[in-house]
């Protein structure tokens, strides 16, 4: 596998990708140097997917402990494409893909479509799989996972560096069974180089008191992507993500509280994105949409529009948020001010898109740094955005463009796993979430989880109804400057052990 031709190949490959992009002044792909790796594991030939990536053939020999290349038995009619889920790698004992790759951060993407292979049952795999040292899943049971996710297939998604764990020139891809009862799978394995600078800097800094040593991001981190939403969006497909970073942006809608999912809305059509630095931060269409909070000014005194993202608890998360202002009338600071709440703390007071970014039409995102309490199973994220009128801005509104969650490995035990999530209570399909027809699921979006909490508190928020409208145009309107009775910022208490940090803003 990963011979060298392969590599010589996928070196010609980025020389190739890297003049066209200088030719055609487009940044985009100045910022992915190396090549790319995808096997189409299990399968003897190599394939195009439908997004016309090609997927190699896998090479791993069947003597030596690797396993056997197996069909799937059924196709799913969700499956985006035959390549790579209709062909599987079936591991009874450890198996150890290695690649060759140069010292840098990647991507590995990890593809499983849970049905059964060679005769053995679906509910038979169990498994970890480690790489760089660290530990990525332990006791995966792909089949509840994608159950309890109302998903027919599964893409984890892991940032690595490739020089941790002592893997300096290579990266190993370890599976190993549970127990010899139980098996390994995988259906496809892709590596694809992300630029340096894309990871987060180290020394965060303190948004809200209490905390004066915020943890440092160490260089060789490994994150777990859990959430990647195109807010206010459409979902979008890996071909069509910036920096030839081949991500998959999902809607938001999903993770939205209660009724109150505000308004959301595409760029004015003479707005042009316009980025001050390497587009891969995200994709143009996804700072093109966003989500307000309405066009109602009182009505969005009135509650705060929230996303709750399940989480494994005991982690450190990433969450980075992306926003661009994107129409007019807004193009001068203090005209759209709000707060940007984390499980019920001021993450940030005071978000100002355009003094921060510049401009109409200039993206830039915000990281923050959030500590869960220790313990197993699955917490709640609640980000959370509220005017505010300190500054008596010109609307009473916020704004996000996209939403990114990443999970921290552990430094003490090298581990990013966490627990298979809960299966939804039988009777409990009745959330709005329940009602969505069968989905890809690409990053862990635990919504299943979330639906028993939006049953019970929709009615609370029947009153704004009114803000559902999608798809509207004017989001926002003029408003009386008079007082108002502002929220009170909490600090760092309330019922769960949280510290929020800000680590940076970067246009
Ligand atoms: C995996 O999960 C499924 C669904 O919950 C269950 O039926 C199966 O027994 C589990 N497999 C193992 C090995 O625990
Ligand atoms: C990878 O980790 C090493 C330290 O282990 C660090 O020196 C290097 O800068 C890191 N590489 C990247 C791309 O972050
Ligand atoms: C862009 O279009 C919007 C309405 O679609 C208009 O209000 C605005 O003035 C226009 N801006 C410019 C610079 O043309
Ligand atoms: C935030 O506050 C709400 C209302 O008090 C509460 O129900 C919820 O559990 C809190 N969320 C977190 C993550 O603490
Ligand atoms: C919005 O969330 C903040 C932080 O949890 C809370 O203090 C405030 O009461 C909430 N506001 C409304 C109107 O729900």
């Not at 991001?217 to 910036?242: C, H, K, W």
Request: glycine letters at 8%; one cysteine or more; a neutral charge.
């Amino acid at each position: 596998m990963a011979s060298a031709a392969l590599l010589q190949r996928l070196a010609l490959l980025t020389v190739a990708v890297q003049l066209t992009a200088a030719a055609s002044g487009d940044t985009t792909a100045t910022s992915t140097a190396a090549g790319q790796i995808r096997v189409n594991c299990g399968a003897s030939v190599s394939a195009a997917d439908s997004d016309g990536r090609t997927w190699d053939r896998d090479d791993a020999p069947s003597a030596g402990g690797g396993g056997v290349a197996a069909a799937a038995s059924y196709e799913d009619p969700s499956l985006p494409s035959a390549v790579p889920y209709m062909t599987a790698r079936v591991l009874d004992s450890t198996y150890t893909y290695s690649f060759s790759f140069p010292a840098r951060r990647v991507f590995l993407r990890l593809y499983f479509y849970p049905v059964s292979y060679a005769g053995r049952a679906a509910g038979d795999a169990l498994f970890g799989v480690a790489a760089a040292g660290v530990t990525l899943l332990r006791d995966f049971n792909a089949s509840q996972t994608a159950l309890a996710l109302n998903a027919a297939y599964l893409v984890r998604e892991f940032s690595l560096n490739v020089t941790a764990g002592g893997g300096n020139g290579r990266l190993d891809v370890i599976f190993t069974p549970s127990s010899d009862a139980h098996y390994a799978f995988v259906n496809g394995i892709e590596i694809v180089p992300v630029p340096a600078d894309m990871a987060t800097k180290p020394a965060p800094t303190l948004a809200n008191g209490g905390r004066p040593d915020p943890m440092p991001i160490r260089a060789d981190t490994a994150f777990q992507t859990m959430y990647r939403l195109n807010v206010g969006g459409t979902p979008v497909s890996p071909g069509a993500d910036s920096g030839l970073l081949y991500r998959t942006w999902d809607e938001d809608s999903a993770y939205i509280y209660g009724a109150a999912f505000g308004v959301n809305y595409p760029k004015d059509s003479n707005v042009t994105i316009r980025y001050s630095s390497p587009p891969y931060a995200a994709p143009e269409s996804v700072y093109a949409t966003a989500r307000s909070m309405g066009p109602n000014a009182q009505v969005n005194l009135n509650y705060n529009l929230t996303w709750i993202l399940p989480v494994d608890a005991g982690f450190y998360y990433l969450l980075r948020l992306h926003f661009c202002e994107i129409q007019y009338p807004i193009t001068k600071p203090n005209q759209r001010v709000f707060y940007v709440y984390v499980n019920n703390q001021t993450a940030q007071a005071g978000m100002d898109v355009i003094a921060l970014s510049g401009g109409i039409g200039r993206p830039v995102f915000a990281d923050y740094l959030v500590v869960t309490a220790p313990g197993a199973g699955q917490t709640d994220l609640w980000v959370a955005l509220y005017p505010d009128v300190k500054t008596s801005p010109e609307y009473y509104d916020a704004i996000l463009n996209g939403l990114e969650v990443f999970k921290l490995q552990t430094y003490d035990t090298n581990s990013l796993a966490g627990p298979n999530p809960p299966l939804p209570a039988a009777d409990g399909d009745s959330g709005p979430r329940a009602k969505k027809k069968k989905r890809a699921e690409f990053v862990v979006g635990w919504a299943a989880a979330a639906g028993g909490l939006v049953a019970v508190l929709v009615g609370c928020f029947c009153a704004w109804a009114i803000c559902r409208q999608k798809n509207t145009k004017a989001a926002i309107v003029d408003v009386p400057k008079k007082p108002v009775r502002e929220t009170q910022a909490l600090g760092l208490h309330g019922p769960t052990e949280t510290y929020v940090f800000s680590v940076t803003a970067q246009k």
